[in-house]
T-cell receptor
Framework: RKEVEQDPGPFNVPEGATVAFNCTYS??????FFWYRQDCRKEPKLLMS?????NEDGRFTAQLNRASQYISLLIRDSKLSDSATYLC???????????WGAGTKLIIKP | EAGVAQSPRYKIIEKRQSVAFWCNPISGHATLYWYQQILGQGPKLLIQFQNNGVVDDSQLPKDRFSAERLKGVDSTLKIQPAKLEDSAVYLC?????????????FGPGTRLLVL
């Protein structure tokens, strides 16, 4: 089992729809969780950190499920500009090591 | 505020040649990372520096890859000799601290093609 697993997609979603994707992780002791966004041929950029209580930033909601060891990202009222690859990042065994998922590609269609 | 700078942006070399990449992190950032990202995959950490010391280089292929950050600021990553499978984007990132809760800021990357 990979340390961090994501559905590669692509998710093809019409503009205005709600889309959600999950990321599973193998280390039950992980404490730090993030979603990064990577546009085509660009560098990754932090979208949001994921807190134990869940957190929301505008149209984006991130949740953590420790029991089942996954984090989720929900995008409401999707925009064309949301088209990107979403990378899940989880800390590894040490307190400075981060493990990156392969990313989920999202395509928003007009 | 200036972001992470990398050069060159693109490089094409033949296998068995050498290549070097340069990175200048955000001013004041103590931690610097080099990642390799192969098409369709997530970034893979090659090496992490805290100031001028190595924190983690467990995934660096040390027989051909080397990196240094001599003065604790900018850094170079070298591949010698290059193999076809080294074709990838090499991303440099920096963060203020080294803990896993730190936001990493990435440079635009260097796209390497090995023929």
């Amino acid at each position: 089992r990979k340390e961090v697993e994501q559905d590669p997609g692509p998710f093809n979603v019409p503009e205005g729809a709600t889309v959600a994707f999950n990321c599973t992780y193998s280390n039950s002791a992980s404490q730090s969780f993030f979603w990064y966004r990577q546009d085509c041929r660009k560098e990754p950029k932090l979208l949001m950190s994921v807190y134990s209580s869940g957190n929301e930033d505008g149209r984006f909601t991130a949740q953590l499920n420790r029991a089942s060891q996954y984090i989720s990202l929900l995008i409401r009222d999707s925009k064309l500009s949301d088209s990107a690859t979403y990378l899940c990042v989880v800390n590894g065994d040490s307190n400075y090591q981060l493990i990156w998922g392969a990313g989920t590609k999202l395509i928003i269609k007009p | 505020e200036a972001g992470v700078a990398q050069s060159p942006r693109y490089k094409i070399i033949e296998k068995r040649q050498s290549v070097a990449f340069w990175c200048n992190p955000i001013s004041g950032h103590a931690t610097l990372y080099w990642y390799q990202q192969i098409l369709g995959q997530g970034p893979k950490l090659l090496i992490q520096f805290q100031n001028n010391g190595v924190v983690d280089d467990s995934q660096l292929p040390k027989d051909r890859f080397s990196a240094e950050r001599l003065k604790g600021v900018d850094s170079t990553l070298k591949i010698q000799p290059a193999k076809l499978e080294d074709s990838a984007v090499y991303l440099c990132a920096s963060s203020y601290g080294r803990g896993t809760r730190e936001t990493q800021y990435f440079g635009p990357g260097t796209r390497l093609l090995v023929l």
